[in-house]
């Protein structure tokens, strides 16, 4: 697995010539967001697009997800992606609440 997520971070960036970002994810609480935040992996991200695709790697434990940007953050922090409960859920324990990832675009959306 770790061998493929490498592989695959080098083919994207080789491709779009686009460097990933390193961030701190969280995850938010999706009690009264609309359905599609907890049933689909999504995010609140600030630097890309609306309904860009990214992956997103747990730089611990190299785990990743394919990821919908379909929210913005808002004036929190500009160093910072909110994963929806789901997608957070496939790269660590809830428990952690705070981990560091890659965000590694893969196809632009529209704003």
């Known amino acids: 697995m770790k061998v493929s997520v490498l592989f695959l971070w080098l083919l994207l960036i080789s491709l779009t010539n686009t460097k990933p970002d ?7 609480d999706t009690t009264g967001h ?4 907890r049933e689909y992996s999504t995010a609140a991200y600030n630097y890309l697009p609306l309904h860009s695709k990214v992956i997103v790697v747990n730089l611990s434990n190299n ?11 808002g004036n929190k922090s500009q160093n910072r992606i909110d994963l929806s409960k789901k997608s957070f859920g496939k790269l660590a324990n809830h ?9 590694i675009p893969i196809e632009k959306g529209s704003n």
């Open 34 to 37: 609309p359905r599609v935040h």
């Open 95 to 103: 428990q952690v609440g705070r981990i560091m990832v890659k965000v």
């Open 63 to 73: 785990k990743s997800d394919t990821v919908e940007i379909t929210d913005r953050m």
């Open 22 to 28: 390193v961030h701190t994810a969280t995850w938010y």
